[in-house]
């Protein structure tokens, strides 16, 4: 059975720091490329960025850039979101979705998981 799920929201004062974790079963990290998305109050769901199955490369957001980091350990079959330099606006819910390819362009994912929320206050 495939699932999808993600951990490790919380609350986090500017400027602070926090992994958010992905952890997938019924598939292999090795031949999907993992999604995360996030979503804030009244917005649309936005791509922060991806990891391909086929080599680790990884793809950001420009509001990201610098802050977040991506990756994997296929062994645990978990991807993880490392977030730094948090600010008030990346306040949102945080998806992981998976998708059967080997490069991330697509940002249209199959699989998701139901979302993990950070909250980024003083």
């Known amino acids: 059975q495939v699932q999808v799920v993600e951990s490790g929201g919380g609350l986090v004062r500017p400027g602070g720091s926090l992994r958010l974790s992905c952890r997938v079963t019924?598939?292999?990290?090795?031949?999907?490329?993992i999604y995360w998305f996030h979503q804030a109050p009244g917005k649309a769901r936005e791509g922060v960025g991806c990891?391909?199955?086929?080599?680790?490369?990884?793809d950001y957001a420009d509001s990201v850039k610098g802050r977040f980091t991506i990756s994997r350990d296929n062994a645990k079959n978990t991807v993880y979101l490392q977030m730094n330099s948090l600010k008030p606006e990346d306040t949102a819910v945080y998806f992981c979705a998976a998708d059967r390819a080997a490069y991330c362009g697509t940002y249209l994912p199959e699989y998701w998981g139901q979302g993990t929320q950070v909250t980024v206050s003083p």
């Open positions: 019924g598939f292999s990290l090795d031949y999907y490329s």
């Open positions: 990891i391909s199955s086929a080599d680790g490369s990884t």
